[in-house]
């Protein structure tokens, strides 16, 4: 199964803050990675497929870049509502899809 | 809009079984694949099972193996999970989420707000 390692597991940042995370995969997955936001008690929201298409809805301070093994999210300005947990997961080829341990921003 | 609905959780004993279900609306049910992910209280997402809009194509974790049974009614736009053979370790919410598009399957765009399922003696 492929591995999904996010880094670091948790950062603290000020509204306005430009934060960037990472998500690395134990062997290449092209671009066929995912990113999701969640908030306690809720749903998991996709973010961004394929490594950097912003899904419809998602405010465009939300960017990802990368392809292979390394990828990152970045929030240019970080906002309140911005404050979860962040999960990259991988969707290379066939199943097991599978979930890096999740990045969580908390408010410095 | 695309509502997807949970039901069926609840607490069982180990070794127990229960059904879960996905009612769900507002788009093409059987055009898309349709996917169990579950996460355990304070941990992060596991993926557990996966069916094509068809039904044809099934996949499961190996942590659920043989003891999950995913399915799908496409007249009643419904996915169901069954479980037997319950584990402690199988304590979670279960979230339904459907994939982003028909022929590319694992980019999850809508969830459901997820069933609790405990299993505890």
């Known amino acids: 199964d492929i591995q999904m390692t996010q880094s670091p597991s948790s950062l603290s940042a000020s509204v306005g803050d430009r934060v960037s995370f990472t998500c690395r995969a134990s062997?290449?997955?092209?671009?066929?990675l995912n990113w999701y936001q969640q908030k306690p008690g809720k749903a998991p929201r996709l973010l961004i497929y394929?490594?950097?298409t912003l899904q419809s809805g998602v405010p465009s301070r939300f960017s990802g870049t990368g392809s292979g093994t390394d990828f990152t999210l970045t929030i240019s300005s970080l906002q309140p509502e911005d404050f979860a947990t962040y999960y990259c997961?991988?969707?290379?080829?066939?199943?097991?899809?599978?979930f890096g341990l999740g990045t969580k921003v908390e408010i410095k | 809009d695309v509502q997807l609905v949970e039901s069926g959780g609840g607490l069982v004993k180990p070794g127990g079984s229960l059904r879960l279900s996905c009612a769900t609306s507002?788009?093409?049910?059987?055009?898309?694949?349709l996917n169990w992910v579950r996460q355990a209280p304070g941990m992060g997402l596991e993926w557990v099972s996966s069916i094509s809009g068809s039904g044809s194509d099934i996949y499961y974790a190996d942590s659920v193996k043989g003891r999950f049974t995913i399915s799908r009614d496409n007249a009643k736009n419904s996915l169901y999970l069954q479980m037997k053979s319950l584990r402690a370790e199988d304590t979670a919410i279960y979230y339904c989420?459907?994939?982003?598009?028909?022929?590319?399957?694992?980019?999850?765009?809508?969830w459901g707000q997820g069933t609790l399922v405990t299993v505890s003696s």
């Open positions: 507002g788009f093409t049910f059987s055009s898309y694949g």
């Open positions: 062997q290449s997955i092209s671009s066929y």
């Open positions: 997961q991988q969707s290379y080829r066939a199943p097991p899809w599978t």
């Open positions: 394929a490594a950097s």
């Open positions: 989420a459907r994939d982003l598009s028909g022929y590319d399957p694992g980019d999850f765009d809508y």
